[in-house]
């Protein structure tokens, strides 16, 4: 996936995560930085660090896998790549993990689910990697679209996790 017609054409995400070597992705995502820069932009849409729950989702490709562990390590070493020359949008916040009813879909989930396996990799893109801005989900969670969703933006990212950068939502 490039940034532009003519830049790197590097593999998916999930052919990267394959290779478990979060330095060798921070690499990866300091070249799509500083291309993306190169031609004027400032925001790389990416990474994307959704748990894959289902080969059949329609964006697997575009997340490193299925363990949260996993999707921590490579996320922050993304974002702290993408970040040397651009702002990084780790998307896509949060329990997103199904294609053809991702607009509709109200995952219902409980807190220590949503903790554990929906959200630590995105605290550790806050945390560890400094994310400058996140982007939300299509879906619900419990009941509020995740663009609208005051437990997961206003309590959890802003007060509980400080983060301080912006939230993009989704395009439709």
């Given at each position: 996936?490039?940034?532009?017609?003519?830049?790197?054409?590097?593999?998916?995400?999930?052919?990267?995560?394959?290779?478990?070597?979060?330095?060798?992705?921070?690499?990866?995502?300091?070249?799509?930085?500083?291309?993306?820069?190169?031609?004027?932009?400032?925001?790389?849409?990416?990474?994307?660090?959704?748990?894959?729950?289902?080969?059949?989702?329609?964006?697997?490709?575009?997340?490193?896998?299925?363990?949260?562990?996993?999707?921590?390590?490579?996320?922050?070493?993304?974002?702290?790549?993408?970040?040397?020359y651009v702002l990084a949008n780790p998307?896509?916040?949060?329990?997103?993990?199904?294609?053809?009813?991702?607009?509709?879909?109200?995952?219902?989930?409980?807190?220590?689910?949503?903790?554990?396996?929906?959200?630590?990799?995105?605290?550790?893109?806050?945390?560890?990697?400094?994310?400058?801005?996140?982007?939300?989900?299509?879906?619900?969670?419990?009941?509020?679209?995740?663009?609208?969703?005051?437990?997961?933006?206003?309590?959890i990212l802003k007060e509980?996790?400080?983060?301080?950068?912006?939230?993009?939502?989704?395009?439709?």
């Amino acid at each position: 996936v490039g940034v532009h017609d003519g830049a790197t054409v590097f593999p998916v995400a999930m052919a990267r995560g394959a290779s478990w070597n979060p330095e060798l992705e921070r690499s990866v995502g300091e070249a799509m930085g500083r291309e993306l820069r190169a031609v004027g932009g400032n925001v790389l849409l990416a990474p994307a660090i959704n748990n894959l729950r289902h080969p059949s989702w329609g964006r697997s490709q575009e997340t490193y896998g299925e363990d949260v562990h996993h999707l921590s390590r490579m996320g922050v070493a993304a974002v702290q790549g993408i970040q040397t020359y651009v702002l990084a949008n780790p998307k896509h916040y949060a329990a997103n993990s199904i294609e053809d009813t991702r607009i509709r879909v109200d995952v219902t989930v409980d807190e220590r689910a949503l903790r554990e396996i929906y959200l630590a990799h995105f605290r550790a893109a806050v945390h560890e990697g400094g994310a400058a801005s996140i982007m939300s989900a299509y879906n619900s969670v419990n009941g509020q679209f995740c663009g609208e969703n005051v437990t997961l933006l206003r309590r959890i990212l802003k007060e509980e996790w400080g983060f301080d950068g912006f939230v993009l939502s989704d395009f439709v």
